[in-house]
């Protein structure tokens, strides 16, 4: 079966991880200071890299301070993960509908959503397409909440030159195999505001703090918990992988644009499809090609495109209608434009080792189901 998303692992990835294998230190050592060092380059912010991007968004919104009575408004359009991290503190999710063209939150219904007990506002750059942070802002602004972007499809975007990690106060990546590069496991959250890097660091090592002692006196050893944490730590054995991973960032970033852009092409005209767009302010990592099936054919393509050997993707199921959310009262019909979208979606193979040929076998097997 052709993966809808794969790792790409190199001979220098594999020297990387040996050396890291046979240092000192496999984990909490010098290779995951070093790669988070790397990836504030990328993300044009300090980051704490974590075990995953699940991870990295509950390590988020502790930093951001969710907890019981709070209101965290995110998109269904997305992981359930996003919606998750904030629920397990005792917030209340609020789903805000998304803009039918891009699929990413609707800035318009979050203001709609807000409420004096909004804590956070929490965006997905869907596909790799930074949402609208700028406007996000704007709405949040009069309610204090904190903007949280989870970028798990899209580290290495740019929105009018500004790097995804610099945009909302808090920014989560995942390093899973089918993202843009990989640590195997593993995550990072980026901020902007060194508090919040400072909480990130001890929630994330158990809590521990090594410095403003509510008890100064008791020596060398010393270390304090002023508030429960988790060890969510990232082995340098992975940090190692994930440096060795970012120098191909750029290379990783134009294959994935070329393959986008044969889409584009190959797939114009195609009747029953609608294809993505873009805002042109925009330069992203394109992590997902999520084409629209029309006239009720999607779970027909799907299955004939998987019996043809292509592994093609369905992201998302709207994150309410999971039992555990139906469960707490969440109804069908909420976000009519997430549903929607929800119905007519599917993800073809992207990533960069896709061949040329492999990507005309999946244009072709697609024509011919849809009779072009
Ligand atoms: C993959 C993903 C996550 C979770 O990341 P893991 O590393 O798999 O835990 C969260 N949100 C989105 C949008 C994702 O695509």
Known sequence: MLPYGRQSIDAADVEAVVAALGSDWLTTGPRVAGFEADLEKVAGAPCVTVTNGTTALHAAYAAAGVTRGDEVVTTPMTFVATASGAAMLGAKVIFADIEDE?????????????????????????????????????VGE??????????????????????????????????FPTKNFTTGEGGAVASIRPELVTRLRAFRTVGVVREDFRNPDEGAWWYEVPEFGLNYRLPDVLAALG????????????????????????????????????????????????????????????????EAGIGVQVNYIPVYWHPVFEDL????????????????????????????????????????????
């Open 329 to 372: 009262g969440y109804r069908r019909g909420m976000c009519p434009n997430a549903e929607a979208f929800y119905a007519e979606e599917l993800s073809l193979p992207l990533f960069a080792d896709l061949s040329d040929d492999d990507q005309d076998r999946v244009v072709e097997t697609l024509r011919g189901i849809l009779g072009s």
């Open 102 to 138: 891009s699929a990413n939150i609707d800035p318009a219904a979050v203001e709609a959503a807000l409420t004096e007990r909004t804590r956070v506002i929490a965006a997905v750059d869907y596909a790799g397409v930074p949402a609208d942070y700028d406007r996000l802002r704007k």
């Open 142 to 175: 009069s309610s204090g909440a904190l903007i949280l972007g989870d970028a798990a499809h899209s580290i290495g975007s740019l929105d009018r030159g500004r790097p995804v990690g610099s945009l909302a106060d808090l920014t989560t990546f995942s390093f």
């Open 243 to 306: 440096s060795a991973q970012l120098r191909r960032l750029g290379a990783f970033k134009e294959r994935r644009r070329q393959l986008s852009a044969r889409y584009d092409e190959l797939l114009a005209g195609v009747p029953g499809l609608r294809l993505p767009t873009q805002r042109p302010e925009v330069d992203p990592m394109r992590h997902l090609y999520p084409v629209r099936v029309l006239d009720g054919r999607r779970r027909e393509v799907f299955d004939r495109m998987r």
